[in-house]
């Protein structure tokens, strides 16, 4: 015997879920409201929702309003949002760092040019070594390439000259037999790293951003490294005294070059002359 499956039944205007209070529901308890009655009124359901095509194939709407129907949020505008950043700005430790360490070392060079420095040993290995090395670090994860080279490049200078500094590692200077050695040893030491310190110099009357501050840093100590160069060659006391004075004046420039990124942040602006021919930021 065929079995025909019943055909539904279109949905029409007259088609309602009749949610009021009357009508003997199971589901209504004396003394408790009905959330979706209103009074005597009924609450018809939309055809579009007993509509089983609506469901299975089309999505598309049928002419009528659904309020139980959400519309699809409007999307997000990321143009505007800009996330807090949370990195400071490493040139400050690398700026400030270099200029404290120098300044110990221009005090003795100017004031006490033939006692020893060794009390500036923590200072040098810590503060003007490895807090200027580690701003370098940073300077480079913030895209900072020339600043960077600047504060590793002289943070491991002062952790070399610290280390010399201590009992235990200077020890390695006894290799040199006679002073007269020592001394032509520490003289082209020296004037290494003030040809290196020399091109720097060169190099920041070219580069972006460039301006009298910074190139005033470089030639002091250019002009410090130098003169003691001069010193280990000559022996010459008052060489080494004017050294201690360019030592001063390039720490100066430092203090004064993180004093303008500090106040920078606060939005007071400092003038640091810069340089009409090349790119600014």
């Not at 760092?97 to 009390?119: C, D, M, Q, R």
């Not at 790293?193 to 100590?221: D, R």
């Not at 002009?223 to 004075?245: A, D």
């Amino acid at each position: 015997m065929d079995i025909t499956a019943p055909v539904p039944r279109p949905a029409s205007e007259n088609t309602f879920v009749n949610l009021s209070t009357g009508g003997g529901s199971h589901h209504h308890r004396k003394g408790v409201s009905d959330p979706f009655s209103n009074g005597e009124k009924s609450l018809r359901a939309s055809p579009v929702l007993m509509d089983p095509n609506y469901y299975m194939h089309d999505r598309t709407p049928r002419g009528s309003y659904d309020p139980m129907l959400m519309s699809s949020p409007a999307p997000f505008d990321h143009s505007h949002y800009k996330p807090k950043t949370l990195n400071g700005n490493p040139t400050v430790l690398g700026l400030w760092a270099f200029a404290t360490v120098t300044s110990f070392k221009a005090a003795f060079n100017l004031f006490l040019p033939e006692g020893s420095n060794h009390i500036i040993f923590p200072t040098a290995l810590l503060f003007g070594g490895i807090a200027q090395f580690f701003a370098g670090l940073l300077e480079f994860v913030a895209g900072g390439t020339y600043p960077a080279v600047l504060f590793i490049s002289y943070g491991a200078l002062w952790i070399g000259n610290g280390l010399m500094m201590h009992p235990h590692t200077s020890a390695v200077l006894s290799v040199y037999s006679e002073d007269a050695e020592l001394a032509q040893a520490q003289a082209i030491y020296h004037y290494i790293w003030a040809i290196y310190t020399a091109f720097h110099v060169a190099l920041s009357f070219k580069i972006k951003g460039g301006n009298c501050v910074n190139s005033w840093n470089l030639t002091f100590v250019f002009l410090t490294l130098f003169l003691e160069g001069i010193f280990y060659t000559t022996s010459n006391i008052t060489v080494l005294r004017v050294s201690g004075f360019t030592a001063f004046m390039a720490a100066i420039g430092a203090y004064y070059g993180g004093l303008v990124d500090i106040l920078k942040e606060q939005g007071v602006s400092l003038n640091t002359f810069k340089f009409k021919w090349v790119p600014q930021d």
